[in-house]
Nanobody
Framework: QVQLVESGGGLVQAGGSLRLSCAAS????????MAWYRRAPGKQRELVAS???????DYVDSVKGRFTISVDNAKNTVFLQMNSLKPEDTAAYYC?????????WGQGTQVTVSS
């Protein structure tokens, strides 16, 4: 069983930045994909960014050029650097890891962007 613990959420003004962290209890170098999802009130869960074991990254169009996903294998941590935040980025953000043993989720961290 792998545990994922997110941190770094909070309240920020539009145009500001936050960096989310997701610490895994298992080695993230063993994952196939690590990703960040978000769910805004009244909306469906959305894949925000992902990174494969080969280092390929992908982003939803609405965050391209503003968000960056990265990994630190030594610390078993994946990050989501969020710049130029907008009120529409307000959501609960969840870390997700795809291991050969299954899919794991963190508990989520809230990001609120004020206008």
């Amino acid at each position: 069983q792998v545990q994922l613990v997110e941190s770094g959420g909070g309240l920020v003004q539009a145009g500001g930045s936050l960096r989310l962290s997701c610490a895994a209890s298992g080695s993230i170098s063993s994952t196939n994909v690590m990703a960040w999802y978000r769910r805004a009130p009244g909306k469906q869960r959305e894949l925000v960014a992902s990174v494969t074991s080969g280092g390929r990254t992908d982003y939803v169009d609405s965050v391209k050029g503003r968000f960056t996903i990265s990994v630190d294998n030594a610390k078993n941590t994946v990050f989501l650097q969020m710049n130029s935040l907008k009120p529409e980025d307000t959501a609960a953000y969840y870390c997700n890891a795809l291991y050969s043993s299954g899919v794991y989720w963190g508990q989520g961290t809230q990001v609120t962007v004020s206008s």
